[in-house]
Nanobody, 115 residues
Framework: QVQLVESGGGLVQAGGSLRLSCAAS????????MGWYRQAPGKQRELVAF???????NYAESVKGRFTISRDSAKNMVYLQMNTLKVDDTAVYYC?????????WGQGTQVTVSS
């Protein structure tokens, strides 16, 4: 049973920074791409960034240059450093495997950016 636990969200002013963390049960990172996703109110869940087992990363255009995804496979952790946050970044953020997400999602972590 895969368990994903996201943390690190909060309320921040536009231009601020947050670092999200994702802890996973078991050794699921070693051979999997991992991604951070987000879902804003009234919108579909979207991919924000993903990271390959070898560390190669890719970002959505809307966050490129502001967000950085990283992983620590020894600790089964994935991180998302978010800088220069914008109001449009407000959403619940989730981590999961990419591109084929596990059926079981974590509870997510709320990020709210105020103007």
């Amino acid at each position: 049973q895969v368990q994903l636990v996201e943390s690190g969200g909060g309320l921040v002013q536009a231009g601020g920074s947050l670092r999200l963390s994702c802890a996973a049960s078991g050794s699921i990172f070693n051979n999997n791409f991992m991604g951070w996703y987000r879902q804003a109110p009234g919108k579909q869940r979207e991919l924000v960034a993903f990271i390959a087992p070898n560390g190669i990363t890719n970002y959505a255009e809307s966050v490129k240059g502001r967000f950085t995804i990283s992983r620590d496979s020894a600790k089964n952790m994935v991180y998302l450093q978010m800088n220069t946050l914008k109001v449009d970044d407000t959403a619940v953020y989730y981590c999961n495997r990419y591109p084929s997400a596990f059926a079981s999602w974590g509870q997510g972590t709320q990020v709210t950016v105020s103007s």
